[in-house]
């Protein structure tokens, strides 16, 4: 929603549609500017841009104060290969951007108005530290690659990526190197600059994470946070998991472990008769969501 009326869709028709919610017989308008399937759509309040971003590598950002029926003035703002999922922090003050090649991209101190050179990160095949951003300039890149329990080597297809409802840590979905599993795992933010000098900056710290069974290999699993950030929901073959930092279903920054520790297991529901694919808190209500891949959506009420 870009307001309480307008609201923006995505598609793997390669569009990206406004509309209205006093009318949904037509749409507001169409928007062209994507060459692939586009996956995810952020907001900007502080610049009212949408934020869009797809298969094709790019992040694109539009320009709401000026759509007309033939749709917005847009521009491309980033491109990487690989990229599979675009988030923006709460504040707006980052974007992150998880690739097919198993690293984490983040943008500090964001300035959508100022487009980055497209041409500059096309490929970050090869690139395995954190690049060292001293001085942190607007946009500065940094480029990790995220340590994953029990994987010696890196390059995990991160396939979703989901931030804390306070901009406390980021929520991943990958691959395991040889395929047959999958890992749900929890980064801290660490801001500031690094703890030695000469070592490169480094604002993400793994502190929870579970493995997860990989039923139904080659889709992507959508995970989710609860509004108040205490719970997740973890598609889990034909069901359900919610995962707490631990038992008692603490908020983060209450139960931070000395180390890396395992998410606890709160429940499990078996319902679907495929494997689910999706799931999504309501923002407002004790409700949950899922989706299977044969297209059934469920709705619960969490009773523990």
């Excluded at 395929?179 to 604002?203: K, L, M, N």
């Excluded at 999706?278 to 209500?285: A, E, I, L, R, V």
Aim: hydrophobic share 30%.
């Amino acid at each position: 929603f870009l307001d309480n009326r307008l609201f923006a869709t995505c598609s793997d028709d390669t569009t990206v549609a406004l509309w209205d919610l006093r009318n949904l017989n037509t749409k507001v308008c169409t928007l062209h500017g994507h060459s692939s399937w586009v996956k995810n759509i952020e907001y900007d309040t502080n610049t009212r841009l949408l934020v869009t971003s797809g298969f094709d590598g790019n992040v694109i950002t539009w320009d709401t104060n000026r759509c007309t029926e033939d749709g917005c003035p847009h521009k491309k703002f980033f491109h990487t290969r690989y990229l599979m999922r675009m988030r923006l922090t709460p504040d707006c003050s980052k974007m992150l951007i998880s690739t097919s090649s198993g690293y984490l991209l983040i943008l500090h101190d964001l300035d959508l108005t100022q487009s980055l050179e497209v041409s500059n990160h096309r490929s970050l095949r090869g690139k395995r530290s954190a690049s060292n951003t001293a001085g942190f300039p607007r946009n500065s890149l940094e480029v990790l690659s995220p340590e994953i329990p029990a994987e010696r080597d890196r390059g995990n297809c991160i396939t979703s990526l989901q931030l804390h409802p306070k901009g406390w840590a980021a929520l991943i979905r990958c691959t395991s190197n040889t395929d047959d599993q999958e890992w749900t795992c929890i980064y801290e933010f660490q801001d500031g600059p690094p703890v030695r000098a000469s070592s490169p900056r480094c604002s993400l710290c793994l502190t929870h994470y579970i493995e997860e069974a990989n039923v139904g290999r080659g889709y992507i699993k959508e995970l989710c946070f609860s509004p108040d950030g205490r719970l997740i929901c973890s598609p889990f073959g034909y069901g359900i998991r919610l995962l707490g930092f631990d038992r008692q279903c603490n908020e983060l920054c209450d139960c931070f472990p000395k180390e890396a520790t395992a998410l606890q297991e709160i429940r499990t529901i078996y319902s679907h008769s495929d494997v689910v694919l999706t799931t999504k808190f309501s923002p407002t209500h004790c409700q949950l969501a899922s989706g299977c891949l044969s297209g059934q959506v469920y709705l619960y009420q969490p009773k523990f």
